[in-house]
């Protein structure tokens, strides 16, 4: 199976911050990669696939890079309702899985 | 607007059944791959399985964890998908979450906002 590596696990930042985040992938997963975000008690919420296309209705703060072995979720400025756990994860064939998930506080 | 939701959670006993369920609105069930993911307590999400849409004959893939316990079902009456758990066992404790594919495509685009399974004596 392939194994997907988040980092950092968490961090602090300020509304108006620039964060990134890291997934790095244990074998070629191509652009077979996506990030959703999670808020407690809601349905998690897609943001990014193919590794660097924005789903619908997402705003352009958000973006996200690589291919292969490494990718990275960027947010530009962050806003009061970015502050979440956000997860990425390979679909390039089974079993997909997942990173073990960055938790942005404030 | 697209909506998933599902039901069927609940405290069930090592050993016994449940069956999920992934109720859809806004779009027609049958015409996308649906995926499960698991989320146990703590823990990042584990992919359970998919299923194919009905023009792709509903065809199934499951993770190893649940291969031969675990098995996806379609109604298309209800527009509504569901998860049969048999001989479940106290690491299936989570909450599980039916998850859409977008048309044509092998990304997931929609998620439910998932059901509490809890497995112990």
């Known amino acids: 199976d392939i194994q997907m590596t988040q980092s950092p696990s968490s961090l602090s930042a300020s509304v108006g911050d620039r964060v990134t985040i890291t997934c790095r992938a244990s074998?070629?997963?191509?652009?077979?990669l996506a990030w959703f975000q999670q808020k407690p008690g809601k349905a998690p919420k897609s943001l990014i696939f193919d590794a660097s296309r924005l789903q619908s209705g997402v705003p352009s703060t958000f973006s996200g890079s690589g291919s292969g072995t490494e990718f990275t979720l960027s947010i530009s400025s962050l806003r009061p309702e970015d502050f979440a756990t956000y997860y990425c994860?390979?679909?390039?064939?089974?079993?997909?899985?997942f990173g073990g998930g960055t938790k942005v506080e404030i | 607007e697209v909506q998933l939701v599902e039901s069927g959670g609940g405290l069930v006993q090592p050993g016994r059944s449940l069956r999920l369920s992934c109720a859809a609105s806004?779009?027609?069930?049958?015409?996308?791959?649906i995926h499960w993911v698991r989320q146990a307590p703590g823990k990042g999400p584990e992919w359970v399985g998919r299923t194919r849409n009905k023009a792709d004959g509903y065809t199934t893939e499951y993770a190893a964890s649940v291969k031969g316990r675990f098995t996806i079902s379609s109604d298309e009456s209800r527009n509504s998908l569901y998860l049969q758990m048999n001989s479940l066992k106290t690491e299936d404790t989570a909450v599980y979450y039916c998850?859409?594919?977008?048309?044509?495509?092998?990304?997931?685009?929609?998620w439910g906002q998932g059901t509490r399974v809890t497995v112990s004596s």
């Open positions: 806004g779009f027609t069930l049958s015409d996308h791959y």
């Open positions: 998850v859409r594919v977008a048309f044509g495509t092998r990304h997931f685009d929609y």
């Open positions: 074998q070629d997963v191509s652009n077979l």
């Open positions: 994860h390979h679909y390039n064939g089974f079993p997909l899985t």
